[in-house]
């Protein structure tokens, strides 16, 4: 049956690939970079972000030659912020420790800061035809449909199950182009909702599609607490249009993005609060809410609610900086967003 199985799925991958930039081409640092940017992210999505990043950055040495401000303005959008910093200390041990050359082996690439074991298999296979199966959701779906595998795909002994499958049905010959046939068969065939079984060259061999049970498959056991935040945004009006934006420097969301002052509270405070705080940073001659309903901004564990305060002041401030600049910096995409709308 794995014979079988790898012989459906290439063929199948032969006829219905899509047309990817780092596709075909060979290149680590293209691969790495796809890999990196498209986690969390549908091809979709992230391809416009790629396309932008790879322009400013076509190897290695120019993304390790960067400014890191840089870096994260261009990643603006994608979330998952510490895959930019990440990605960029990488390009630097790459370029300045190794000569420009990722190293060609799973063993040696997994060392490297923000590689795991995925983007690792993926690079080792694709790059360097080395026999190393990839593991995502895309694999997890179709191994657990396919073979009707019942383990919680979020236990820790699932991970150790589903390679090993991986690897017994892998083909030895072309594992590189196995894995991408593997993570395109989950993206556009055996997809999550609404699957095309009838048009599915696995619907002979497909334990949830003979059972019925396509839908409850993969098992993941809910474990997720998403935690509730409260965000209030400053937005000073100071003399000479000038404002003040501030460098989010703590481990915690949106690390080394740039705001305006934040109060982030238990709850949404009233607006005698808002004005204490704002007084604290300049003396305040106007306050006003420019959102009366407060802005969603959701993450994999977090709720946000953020609102945004006009607050107009007459005192001139050291630190502040020109409104025209603000754009130059790299902002969460919830501040982003709604500067699209709002005029100073």
């Known amino acids: 049956m794995a014979q079988n199985f790898s012989h459906i799925l290439i063929r199948w991958y032969d006829q ?20 990196i940017m498209l986690q969390q992210t549908q091809v979709s999505q992230g391809l416009p972000y790629y396309e932008k990043f790879v322009r400013a950055f076509p190897d290695v040495f120019s993304l390790a030659g960067a400014d890191e ?11 998952y912020y510490s895959r930019a910093r990440n990605l960029h200390h990488t390009a630097r041990v790459v370029a300045h420790e190794m ?15 923000g590689i ?68 395109e068969f989950g993206a556009l065939q055996c997809t999550p909702k609404n699957p095309d079984c009838e048009g599915c060259p696995m619907i002979q061999m497909c334990f949830a599609f003979e059972h019925g049970v396509i839908d409850q498959l993969p098992v993941k056991l809910k474990k997720l ?27 915690d969301i949106w690390r080394h993005l740039y705001q ?20 604290a940073i300049a003396q305040v001659s106007q306050l006003k809410l420019l959102t009366p309903q407060p802005v969603k901004h959701k993450l994999t564990h977090q709720d946000i ?13 050291e630190d502040s ?6 754009g130059e910096y790299p902002l969460p995409i919830a501040i982003h967003k709604f500067l699209t709308t709002y005029q100073y």
């Not at 190293?103 to 997994?110: F, M, N, Q």
């Not at 779906?141 to 017994?168: C, D, M, W, Y």
């Not at 900086?321 to 603000?326: A, E, F, H, K, N």
């Open 16 to 35: 219905h690939k899509r047309t990817l930039p780092w596709r075909d081409v060979g290149d680590p640092y293209l691969v790495w970079l796809s890999e």
């Open 321 to 326: 900086i020109d409104w025209s600049s603000v």
């Open 116 to 183: 795991g074991d995925y983007t690792a298999s993926a690079i080792a296979s694709i790059c360097f035809d080395e026999a190393v199966p990839t593991v995502d959701g895309n694999v997890y779906r179709v191994l657990s449909r396919v073979f009707g595998i019942k383990t919680p795909i979020n236990e820790h002994k699932a991970k150790t199950e589903f390679k090993t499958l991986a690897q017994s049905l892998m083909s030895a010959h072309s594992p590189g182009t196995f894995n991408q046939a593997m993570m």
């Open 225 to 251: 607490t998403v935690k509730k935040r409260f965000f209030d945004y400053l937005i000073f009006k100071l003399p000479n249009h000038k404002t003040l934006l501030y460098k989010r420097e703590h481990k």
């Open 260 to 279: 305006f002052p934040l109060i982030e509270s238990q709850t949404f405070p009233d607006v005698e609060t808002i004005h204490q705080k704002a007084q």
């Open 99 to 113: 000569n420009g050359r990722f190293p060609a082996s799973y063993k040696e690439l997994i060392r490297l800061k």
């Open 305 to 317: 609610s953020i609102r945004f305060w006009e607050v107009v002041s007459d005192e001139v401030i």
């Open 69 to 79: 401000q840089e870096v994260l303005k261009l990643w603006q959008g994608l979330g």
